[in-house]
């Protein structure tokens, strides 16, 4: 018997397309990287977002901003390591004459970095949304920065390969994973500064301002600009296919020279060119489409919103049941119940000194949590008291002095934090009458000098030091520090009752100023 | 037949006739097959991102974001200089002589100086944060990170860990880390800082120098 018994006609099967890519899934470089990107993703996404509030928006932006930088860089890296295994190695006429196509041999390598990538980054998501799940007391995953993730290492994955396709060799890999980094730096850097209109790339890069610790809560976030960031990154994607379906013709044209009618049209592959040109115009579009689109972004108390992709039922509030306690006088703190956590800390900070001020007039009953999207002096909405009866309005960003009070973590609010939330709802009690919220949006006029007394001196009754970086006390001309010290002090020092009976007196003439320091019992 | 007759001097092709000397000749063929003038290139590109950078304001001013994107472009550098680590000829090399380690130790050595010196020029006139001390000190540091890693995972390879440090290095910028293994983060003159770049640097150099970068049969990139 010799071979030739063996070499039946037609039985000669070329591997499929499955097989090809098993086999690079299998000897894909991007595994042997995966436990630096583990730690970078350790380190860089899950530290960071263990120190953020169990607010599944707040944590998601770190899939955007910190773990997208580390897959990217290396994503476009590995790809680009990939993409010119056959120009680095000079096997591009060995394996032109092997029965697969060009593209195929190419779709293969690339399926194969991109399945490890992508599926190396949604196990990341999953870690991350798995650690927020157990710890988040309300809503649920948000997806769309997961879409934008998948769209962006998608995208990187691909240009890389086509770099390392068309421009093979050794410093292309470090050169493209540099780059990307810098692109997403320089994604960073617009985005902190993005404005309506004058800042298109800002928007358009995943990377995002660090978000109110309430984004998503009050309301919906705004899929406008993710679904432009998706139509964005995936028309680079199919216009680099389509480079990358071009690259045969590519070459030729860089070793031959123009022109280039006849060089698309020859040879038997022209239907594959036909498609790589009809890709690479449907990703240009698209892209652009996505560019002009986001260049008419507004913002608005909700998040950007392009008009043209905007949905307005995404407007309205989301309904909730808001998470409250009563303290031993009566005074309700609700706080939202993707806060639940910090109920006993506002409790126990405001509770002392709302009993010091219960029955006055224009006293507080309750304390409610409200969004912090305002037009407010820090960009969120300050604290006030409104209402009939009364309520202090407060937010997860900004009481009083005190901004990104429910920053961190629940088991941090220290004295310093306590202190801040109750000069946070005096402050409002005792400026100037009346407290209506759009008068209190633009900001509480500093307190004079009796006023700070008093408040101080409520804080040191309450049990509380008031913090002495934010008294507003002793302007130019003004009593001194010293002097409004003693005075708190001593009114401190009267009994609760008493207290309590001269500001009944006095409380409408300390508010409007008419009351001096040598005044203060 | 007898050998008698190959005893005298083989005829040189006339075109041959007047040689470079062999010690140059043999640095020039080693600085070929690393690619060094293709690195010497990726460095003066590094340097003119540098300067693009910091000309037209892709980087913060001052706090910690300022140092990250002239730590990009410095690991860059350090990773182009750890890819030049790569020789075409595999373990066959070896064999050739007992030059090659000068050569990896010239070389890198080399490559190192120029790539400050090129960074260095092309932040001339513009205002470099942190100054060409933290310049030098994270090239120095990170590419002895890089030579080291060419030990493992071979020339080609050798930009992941570069990157991954340099990655880290941005996490620790952001959260404040004092650690002098995190020498980016620390400032210009700080001591504990130069001692952990300079020793990673010396003994990446001095590994590297000795044993080269790993070899696979497949090495012919």
Sequence with gaps: MTVMAT?????????????????????????????????????????????????????????????????????????????????????????????????????????GTAFWLLLAFLAGVAVLYVQTGLQATWGGPPLWPVFVGVADVIVVTVFGFTCGTLFPGRFTAPLVAIAIFLLDFAGFHAALNVTAGSSTYGLLAPDTSPPPVDAGVFYHGLPDVPIAQVMFMGGITLALLGVLGLAPVLRKLASRGWPVRGTLVDGDGWWLRAIAVVLLAAGVAASWTAYSLAGTAKLTATGWEIPALHDAASDEPVPFVPDCTSGPDGFRVCVHPAFSGYLSDVAAALDPVAAEIAGLPGAPVRAEQVASVGTGPGGFEPSYIAGNPAVFDYNGEQVGDLFGG???????????????????????????????????????????????????????????????????????????????????????????SARHAWLAAHLRALESGQITLGQLP | MTTAGVRHQPVVPAGMARRDPSGVRLTWLYVRSRRVPAGVLALAVCGAVLRAALHWHWTFTSGPYAQQVPLIIEAGAAAAIAVTSHGPFGEAERATGRWLPYLRLGIALGLTGVAIGLLQLGVLGEGLNQGVLVLARNVIGITGIGLLCSLVTGGLLAWTLPLGYMAFCQYALLEGWTAPWTWPVRPPADRGAWTAACVVFAVGLIVFTVRGPRTRLTDNG
């Design chain 1, 7 to 111: 070499a039946v006609p037609g039985s000669a099967r070329v591997p499929g397309p499955s097989r090809v890519l098993r086999l690079e899934i299998k000897r894909s470089v991007v595994p042997w990287v995966l436990p630096l990107l583990a730690a970078l993703f350790y380190f860089d996404t899950i530290r960071t977002a263990s120190g953020l509030p169990p607010v599944w928006t707040l944590r998601a932006s770190a899939i955007t901003d910190h773990m997208l930088n580390d897959f990217d860089a290396f994503g476009a890296g590995l790809a680009a390591w990939v993409g010119s295994r056959e120009g680095r190695r000079k096997t591009g006429d060995l394996v032109a004459a092997t029965p697969r196509a060009a593209w195929a041999r190419q779709a293969a390598a690339l399926g």
């Design chain 1, 406 to 496: 429910f920053r961190g973590i629940p088991a941090g609010a220290g004295p310093f934090w306590r202190a801040a939330f109750q000069q946070g709802l005096l402050d409002s009690f005792l400026a100037e009458p009346p407290h209506p919220a759009a008068a209190a949006r633009t900001g509480l006029a500093p307190l004079g000098a009796a006023q700070q007394a008093v408040e101080d001196a409520l804080m040191i009754a309450a049990g509380s030091q008031p913090p002495q970086d934010a008294v507003q006390g002793g302007q130019s001309g003004g009593p001194s520090q010293a002097q409004i010290t003693a005075a708190a002090r001593r009114f401190a020092a009267l009994s609760p």
